[in-house]
């Protein structure tokens, strides 16, 4: 008995996920993806030009907006959802709603949040059909510092995680096939007087693996750390990144235009500018008087008819 079998690389839309601090550029860097469409959940890309649907109200706008995305006959390829951890406390407020608690809490210890995950896992699975339909699916999210105590050794540190609940972070983290961590980079040095200062803070990067100070993943090869820009990890999404600018071509100056204008009838033209006092039989092209030469490359044609007309009354002399 055979057993069909497939070999290879599967290309497929990509599951990511995005995090960092408030204002490192995530929706900008968003915007660049192929095709993208927005479900802005907290108003965070009214300074960006993106097509967006209309802020959702309830839970049940999300939804109907995913169901909608999924039947197809539109142009989209990437569905940006901004942001995952408003999108929870959009979740959490559709249960209190229909449970009529006025708090998550009030659900009892964990039990409230733990409603919230098994519903998030349900969201997951519904963007399946998204994937089906070509669409690449970007969660954004913030980030915040929690402490971590490591089971493998005594003590704990400070490191940067999803501003999420404990419940469901894990379940976008195993769902995602990219999480990348974007951030500022700061440099740590030592002054004269021994105290320690952070210094620039301007250049913003993307971290792609996990460490000890922060959560990140994919399953592509990418460099530990990348430029913050969408060419860093655009093969991933199946485009090409942007070919550099070519470096726009100097401006020809009047003496190479009129050049170009008097190819091939060079000797006719010097012979018509000298008779006309415009230039000495020794001067260059440069040397024609600056209104004359604009007069000339205004209307090269009628120029070009008057050198003729002069070389034919000269041959009948």
Known sequence: MTIPTIRGRVARPQKAVIYGPEGVGKSTLASQFPAPVFIDTEGGTHHLDVVRFPEPATWDDVTATIAQLAVGGHEFKTLVIDTADWLEKR???????????ESIEDFGYGKGFTLVAEEFAKFLASLDGLI????????????????????????????????????????????????????????????????????????????TTHAAAYDAKNRHGL??????????????????????????????????????????REDAVREFLVSR????????????????????????????QAVEANQQQEAAK
């Open 91 to 101: 979740l959490a407020a559709h249960i209190c709603k229909k449970a009529g608690k």
């Open 132 to 207: 089906r339909q070509g669409i690449h699916i970007v969660f954004l999210a913030h980030s915040t510092v929690r402490k971590f105590e490591s089971p493998d050794q005594a003590g704990s540190y400070d490191r940067y995680e999803l501003k999420l609940s404990k419940q469901t972070a894990p379940l976008i983290k195993e769902w995602a096939d990219l999480i990348l961590f974007a951030n500022y980079v700061t440099k740590v040095a030592e002054g004269d007087t021994g105290r320690r200062r952070g210094i620039g803070g301007k250049e913003r990067v993307l971290f």
């Open 223 to 264: 460099e530990d750390r990348l430029p913050f820009a969408f060419d860093s990890i655009a093969r991933v999404f199946g485009a090409a990144a942007a070919a550099p600018a070519a470096a726009p071509e100097p401006a020809k100056s009047v003496a190479d235009q009129l050049a170009a204008v008097f190819t091939g």
């Open 277 to 304: 006092g415009q230039i000495k039989a020794e001067g260059t092209w440069a040397d024609i008087p600056g209104d004359y030469a604009k007069r000339i490359l205004s209307e090269p044609e009628r120029f070009l």
